[in-house]
């Protein structure tokens, strides 16, 4: 029952920005760990960022300064803001949902959305 819904993305030029969604529903949100990965053309799915509970961030070192990823938990949303754009960020951007234990460890349950789509222009 647990949907996540991935927006924002779309066709930007090199140098621009924009700012990726993604909302929760299904359960309450403060429990997850979220994060964003992104499969290129002609690469493997990768780990852009996450974002813990508490606030704890992490980052591939490419977008690492460009993309900062925040939640908001009373919308049960989560947002990459994307700046600064290079044709290499093209992809298709998944949000992703950990359930996390009462020790901060995985549980299991693991949800992904639909993914929203970027391009950029060179």
């Known amino acids: 029952q647990v949907q996540l819904v991935e927006s924002g993305g779309g066709l930007v030029q090199a140098g621009g920005s924009l700012r990726l969604s993604c909302v929760v529903s299904?359960?309450?949100?403060?429990?997850?760990?979220m994060g964003w990965y992104r499969r290129a053309p002609g690469h493997e799915r990768e780990l852009v960022a996450s974002?813990?509970?508490?606030?704890?961030?992490t980052y591939v070192d490419s977008v690492k300064g460009r993309f900062p990823i925040s939640r908001d938990n009373a919308m049960y949303s989560v947002y990459l803001q994307m700046d600064s754009l290079k044709p290499e960020d093209t992809a298709v951007y998944f949000c992703?949902?950990?359930?996390?234990?009462?020790?901060?460890?995985?549980?299991?349950?693991?949800?992904w959305g639909e993914g929203t789509r970027v391009t950029v222009s060179s």
């Open positions: 299904g359960s309450k949100f403060s429990p997850y760990t």
């Open positions: 974002i813990s509970s508490d606030g704890g961030t």
């Open positions: 992703n949902a950990v359930l996390m234990n009462d020790y901060g460890e995985p549980s299991g349950m693991n949800y």
